[in-house]
Structure formats: C-alpha cells, structure tokens
RNA sequence: CGGGGCGUAGCGCAGCCAGGUAGCGCACUUGAAUGGGGUUCAAGUGGUCGGAGGUUCAAAUCCUCUCGCCCCGACCA
C-alpha cells in the first residue's frame, strides 16, 4: 500500500491533488474563474482550526473584531512598500449605485491599511496600549495562477494586527504569534514545521521582518504554511498611529501582523495524503471516527446497527466526531474504502461475530491493513479506548510526517550538489548562506528554488556559504516551493 | 501577455486524417441476486458534438472567424 515518497513529477502530484480535494468533497471550482467553493466537509475542516486557534489567541490575550471589505486606494498608497507589493494583484471597484465613485475602493487583500487608520483613530496614550485584534475575513488577491486551497483569487484567513508601545513589546508579539503558528501545525495538524525568518526578497511588503512557519509536502516541495510580520513603525507612520508615553514624549506605534488562511487546509493535503487519499488528523477530522456496520442476512442487520448505533451515541456523549453509516445499498467492502479515502482517522466495525462478542474491531487509517487493526475490542470501556487510539493516530501522523521531513532535509557543500539535490529527490536544502539578493534571484532564475527561511534554531553557526564561498553564520532554507 | 494543448452526456474519453442515423467507460435510475476490503447480471435515463458563418445532396468530421478552458512562464498566503 502507499508508502509516501517524493513524487518525481510534480504534475502527477497536482493531479492526485487536484482528484483527492474533488473526489471528496472538500472543494470544487466555482464559475468565476479562480474562486473556490468550499464544501461542508472541507468547511468543517477549516471550522476545527479555526476553533483550534481561536482556543490559542484567546490565551494569548486576543480578541477578535470585524473591519470593512473595501479600502480606498488612497489608503493603501500611504505605505509605499505595501502599494508597491500589492498594486498587481488588487481588485477595485469603480462604481457603486449606479454611478462612478469619486475614489476607487479596492477589495482588501489584507488590512494592515484600514485597521492601521482606526488604530489611529483609537490610540492616544500608552495606556491604550497594547491593542491586540484578531479578524476572521475573506480577502482578495488577483492571482494569475489558483489552485484550489492553496492559491485562490479570494480566501478566508485570520489576520491579526497588533499595536505597541515599544519596538520590544512588538517583535516580542511577532515571535509569540510565530510560535502559536508552529504550535498549532505540530500539536493539531501533526505537520513539522521550520521557523525562520524570511529573506529580504521574500518578506511581507512594508515588514521590517516577516517570519514564517514552512512545510514539507508529499512531493518535498515547501508551503509557507503561515507568516507573522514585524511592521517596525512602518504602519504607524504612514497611518499617524501616534501616542504619548509614559515620558510624556509624543511616539510612533509599532505593530506586527499575523495569518493563516485556508491555504492550511492544502497543507493538511498535501503533508499527508497518501495514494488511497485523505489522512486527517484526529484532532481536526470533521468525523474522528466512522462505525461501519456489517451484515450478510436482513436478520443480522437489526442487531449490528443496533449495536453501531449504542457504539456511536457512547461516542458521541464523550465527545468524538463520529459518524454511523447506516448506507444499506453499499458493500462494506465499499465503505472502507471510501471512508479511507475522505481520511477518516479511526474505522470502527461491526459485523455479526463482533455482537455475538459484544466488542468491536478498530481500523487506524494511518497504519494500512492488518498491522492497524485491533480485534476484539469491548464495547464496554469504547470510549476511552477510541480517545485513546485517537491520540495514537497524532501522534503516529505526526511522528510519519517529522520522519519524512528529516529524511528529505539535506545539506550540500556546493552548487552542483545543490542543483542534484533539486534534480533528483527534491526536499529542503539546508546550507551556509553568504550570498545577496542578486544571487538569491539566480538561483531561483536556475533551479526554481528559493530561500524558504533562516530557521531560527540555526543562526550563528559558522559556515562556508555553498554558493559564494564566503564565510558566514547564516543558515538558509532552500527549497522549491507552492 | 508569450509558448504548448484541448473543447463530443455529470466526469474521463473514442470517433475527425479518408463527410453518410452520436459511441465507450464511470456515475445516475429500476429490478434481482449479493454483502468481514472498491459486488454481479439485466434493463434504462441522459448529448443544439463550445458558438457563428461557409462548402456539400449530406458536416462532430472539411474551410473561415470567434469564444472558452487546461498546462508551462512572469505574480503569490
């Protein structure tokens, strides 16, 4: 069965992509040409991260609030950097109530602009500080090329946008945000992921930094899976977020600003699914758990959903996601399979035999065939039993997917190992880095990669640099990426 | 916007070169038998062949124009 490895051919790996988001009803296409529908179970999937880093803002101190769709343009001109960025890929709207608008609005691909205007609006001392406000939105970008969940012309995220009183308070509250990211990927997505911070040519338009949490998909290619921004007081210039502090000495604000979008939802995909399709992690699965009854005679069947259905209400009241397919047109044989391939983490079966011994048997999705079943398991106590088996998968999805990502992390001494690396199993390339933007924009120009991020577990180690040769203590990320 | 490819049933495709009543697989509907790993058999439903014009007794097929989509590149969470 599908062992994961790097699939050689990207294209057949979008192909796969693209089938398993269709074939299970995660998301489709929509008439409007890179807009995305997302369906109710890809939509319950973003639901349960979005109640999953809900849980972590709110112990971070955030609360969440709403600001407008539309941005006069003007607003976005003030940051030259951020106009600058962003100008390509904005949608406008021109007209409104029938008549030509006196200033065009710009449908928000992010609102460091508008929020930054109202921060400016509410901020007048240090005692107003520090603000920290999260939004769930939509946001718009103009991409010339989508791919469902990962890149779509409009997408859901969360954006928070922070202001402070001091420069520490504010990169502080960047690496705070970057962790809770990381902390996320790993204890709710079972996806490692590289921290690091973004190389100049990389970062957000009008950061002074802009970290980033990576990942490695199946086909060893990298997803900047959520980014947190260190906006120095870029923002608070432009907007004229001004304050007194506490030496009655009139100052800038400095704010940050964070997000993840739904493009995480194309991380759980692509980080690991396999040939049979979906795997989701227990603790974000729209159905945790699926009992799938079993019979051959109309007289076995009354006592096998009876049984499937005390087994699912017990679940239930303990609170797993679980779902009761009572589907008698289709072959259990068929149910398997198609509940292997929406990624449902545990299968739970029900046959005749299983009643007779008043137990059950468990199917773990991340462990194909026999090896991950379990016979034999007593109805009495399922509940705990199935929280437990949960918290196996997690932590046997995560520990699957670290594997994979160590064993395609590589360091290279030079660049014609560099480009053997990209040529042949592809993965992250760690190496001393020494070199400009000049030569960052070759490489990428050659060999389709780009620096990923300066992992920050990494800086400070002396080293060659694989390209220049100089010497440096910067540690760099390569890698091809979506 | 540059380079390549494709538009025929809900999806995937054949038919086109050599014009002659629109086909296959999957899905869907009905019936029967099946049912511990994607059941089988039988009978059905469903298509202005992307659009417009032309050639012809006759066009999915040949010609002209047009529209749309996909892939590769520039952009990007």
């Known amino acids: 069965m599908a062992e994961k490895g790097v699939t050689p051919r990207s294209e057949d ?184 911070k973004k190389s100049e040519r990389e970062k957000f338009a009008g950061a002074v930094d802009s970290y980033t949490i990576e990942a490695m998909m199946g086909n060893g290619w990298a997803l900047q899976s959520a980014t947190s921004h260190f906006l120095g007081q870029n923002f608070g210039r432009a907007f004229d977020i001004k304050f007194l502090n506490q030496s009655n000495e009139l100052d800038y604000a400095w704010t940050t600003s964070w997000g993840l979008s739904t493009r995480m939802v194309g991380a759980i995909i692509m980080a690991h699914g396999d040939d049979q399709g979906l795997m989701l992690p227990p603790r974000l699965a729209p159905f945790q758990a699926v009992v799938v009854p079993i019979w051959r005679k109309d007289a076995e069947q009354a006592a096998v959903l009876e049984m499937g259905r005390r087994v699912a209400d017990t679940l239930k009241a303990a609170g797993v996601r679980v779902k009761l397919d009572t589907r008698d047109e289709l072959s259990a044989g068929f149910k398997f399979n198609d509940w292997e391939m929406r990624g449902v983490p545990l299968r739970i079966e029900i046959g005749p035999r299983d009643v007779e011994q008043n137990a059950v048997v468990f199917a773990r999705r991340d462990v194909p065939g026999k090896e991950g079943k379990t016979f034999g398991v007593p109805v009495d106590g399922v509940a705990q039993a199935t929280r437990d088996m949960l918290d196996t998968i997690q932590a046997g999805m995560l520990a699957r997917a670290t594997k994979f990502q160590v064993a395609n992390t590589r360091t290279v001494r030079n660049y014609d190992e560099f480009k053997q690396v990209l040529e042949g199993p592809g993965g992250f390339i760690r190496v001393p880095w020494g070199g400009t933007g000049e030569d960052e924009d070759r490489i990428k120009e050659e060999t389709k990669a780009t620096i990923r991020c300066f992992p920050v577990e990494h800086q400070g180690e002396e080293g060659v640099c694989f390209y220049t040769g100089n010497k440096t203590d910067r540690v760099a990320i390569f890698a091809r990426a979506y």
């Open 13 to 196: 790996y979008s192909r796969w992509y693209t089938d398993v988001v269709q074939k299970t009803e995660l998301a489709d296409y929509s008439p409007v040409k890179g807009c995305m529908v997302i369906r109710p179970y890809g939509y319950t999937l973003w639901e349960n991260v979005q109640a999953a880093l809900d849980r972590r803002f709110k112990e971070t101190g955030h609360v969440n609030a709403y600001f407008p769709l539309f941005i006069p343009m003007s607003f976005l001109q003030k940051e030259a950097e951020h106009v600058k960025g962003f100008a390509p890929e904005l949608a406008v709207v021109t007209h409104g109530g029938g008549k030509e608008l006196d200033e065009p609005l710009v449908v928000r691909p992010t609102s460091e602009t508008i929020i930054g205007y109202m921060y400016s609006q509410w901020i007048r001392s240090y005692r107003d500080l520090p603000v920290l406000i999260n939004q769930w939105a939509n946001v718009v970008r103009w991409e010339m090329r989508t791919r469902l969940f990962l890149r779509t012309t409009e997408f859901l995220w969360q954006e928070g946008h922070t202001a402070h009183a001091t420069e520490q308070e504010a990169v502080e509250e960047t690496l705070r945000m970057l962790d809770v990211y990381a902390d996320f990927a790993i204890n709710e997505a079972a996806i490692p992921v590289m921290r690091g």
